[in-house]
């Protein structure tokens, strides 16, 4: 072994290099559905499309007591409902804007436990914690979550195989508004997302800024009018991810390179007394 470095020298590095480049490509090679065009073009249902002439309404990273109500008091003038992607440790510090999610008739769905960056694999660590958010959201919903949205939209084996067992559907989004900038405004969030809007798309907005830039959460607040009525003028439907029948059973090309397409009962969760969200 190499002094100070723990890695194998000689011949046995290069023994044991195509072994460790098999496995990081394995790891994180899923986790090129993040670019945009391969996404919609080849994984269309990972990709949020659904019936033409709906639009998903999605938010992530919450939920926040300081800004979640007043993205639900806005939505509740605007007549519309919408998917909340929530972190489990989110739900559990603030309980009573998640359940107040649930009351107002807005779908819940599960962004992971924390929002980390998974660049080493740890298959152990996404499913236990998957499972701990799994739970954590249907509690508050109660029903057992169906969709699953990735810190970061970065979906790599461990856990795509993790939402598979759990029982979650994966799903990014085909526009979004980058309102996670410093420098996001409502006019550039909405601007943003008219340049990707389209019949069938799901829209990504945050209502926190959790791992945005401080206050960015105003910006998709700001557009979020102008975006619903810029999806009623083209004719579009705007609603959560349950009426938005996203194409495709499966996204089996995911499925094989992962080996995931079986749900272990050893992955059950304490959720799985809860009854399933509607299909």
Not at 8 to 36: D, K
Not at 67 to 88: E, I, K, M, Q, Y
Request: aromatic residues 6%; contains cysteine.
């Amino acid at each position: 072994m190499r002094e100070g470095f723990g890695f194998p020298a000689g011949p046995a590095a290069y023994a044991v290099a195509p072994v460790l480049v098999t496995a990081a490509l394995a790891h994180i090679g899923p986790a090129a559905t993040w670019l945009p065009k391969l996404r919609r073009r080849r994984f269309p249902g990972l990709a949020g499309q659904g019936r033409p002439g709906h639009v998903a309404l999605t938010f992530d990273d919450g939920p926040d007591p300081a800004s979640t109500p007043r993205f639900l008091d806005v939505l509740d003038g605007l007549g519309v409902r919408a998917t909340f992607f929530v972190l489990g440790e989110n739900v559990v510090r603030h309980p009573e804007p998640a359940l107040e999610l649930a009351r107002r008739g807005h779908e819940l769905a599960v962004h992971g436990w924390a929002h980390d960056r998974p660049w080493l694999p740890s298959p152990a660590r996404d499913a236990r914690e998957l499972r701990r958010a799994v739970h954590a959201v249907g509690e508050v919903a109660g029903c057992v979550p169906r969709w699953y949205r990735p810190p970061y939209g970065i979906l790599t084996s461990g856990r795509w195989a993790a939402a598979r067992r759990a029982g979650l559907r994966p799903v990014l989004w085909t526009a979004w508004g980058k309102d996670w900038r410093p420098d996001a405004t409502p006019a550039s969030v909405r601007a943003t997302v008219a340049a990707d809007l389209c019949g069938g798309g799901t829209v990504l907005l945050h209502d926190t800024d959790h791992a945005s830039a401080p206050g960015s959460w105003r910006a998709a607040l700001g557009a979020l009018p102008g975006i619903v009525r810029d999806c009623r003028e083209a004719g579009l439907a705007v609603g959560p991810l349950s009426e938005h029948e996203v194409n495709g059973a499966e996204e089996r090309g995911l499925d094989r390179a992962e080996g995931a397409g079986q749900r272990g009962t050893s992955d059950a969760t304490p959720s799985d007394t809860l009854p399933r969200a509607s299909r």
